[in-house]
Every structure is written in C-alpha cells, then in structure tokens.
Nanobody
Framework: QVQLVESGGGLVQPGGSLRLSCAASGFTFSSYAMNWFRQTPGKAREFVAAITRGGADSITADSVKGRFAIPRDNANNTVDLQMNSLRPGDTGVYCC?????????WGQGTRVTVAS
C-alpha cells in the first residue's frame, strides 16, 4: 500500500525554524519527483517546493524562497521541508506529494502554526 506520512509540524514562534519530514513506502520513491504544498482553511492549496527524482534540482515558491529548502534522501525514502525564518503567513497544513509514472500520491498533512 502506498503511504506518505508527514511529521514534524507544531507551534513555532515567528523567526523560528521547523523541519518537516515525509516518509514514503509502497512505491519506488526514487522514481518520483516530490512536492510540498500547504493549505489554510478557506484558501486554495498553495505550492511550496519541489525536487526532482534524483534530488539534482529543486524549486521553491516565491513566497518561501530563501527561507525553505526541500532535501530528499532516496536511501531512506524521505523528503523533508526545512523551514527557516518562519512567518505567521506560513501557517497551514503541509502535505507532501509524489509525482511520477502518470501517478500522484498525497500524504495526510501535518499542521504548522507560526504564532507568538
């Protein structure tokens, strides 16, 4: 069974850091590009970051550029989202997504709240 399980969310103060992790199983992880999205109730899901299958290239949304990074570890079937200099606007449910071979899979999400 395909699974993507996010962890690492929580409450953090503005300016702080969190590292989210997405653990994958049930498919060939290294054959899939990985994305992170976030969503706040009442708003559309927002693209955050993406990394290629081998981890050679990655992109981040303008809203998080320079603050977030999306490393992956294909040996351990994980992709992380390193979040620095967090702002209240970064609050939301963060979900990982695997894309490849004409398929995509979503994790259940982990909640991030940035507040004093």
């Amino acid at each position: 069974q395909v699974q993507l399980v996010e962890s690492g969310g929580g409450l953090v103060q503005p300016g702080g850091s969190l590292r989210l992790s997405c653990a994958a199983s049930g498919f060939t992880f290294s054959s899939y590009a990985m994305n992170w999205f976030r969503q706040t109730p009442g708003k559309a899901r927002e693209f955050v970051a993406a990394i290629t299958r081998g981890g050679a290239d990655s992109i981040t949304a303008d809203s998080v550029k320079g603050r977030f990074a999306i490393p992956r570890d294909n040996a351990n079937n994980t992709v992380d989202l390193q979040m620095n200099s967090l702002r209240p606007g970064d609050t939301g449910v963060y979900c990982c997504r695997a894309v490849g071979g004409g398929r995509n899979y979503w994790g259940q999400g982990t909640r991030v709240t940035v507040a004093s």
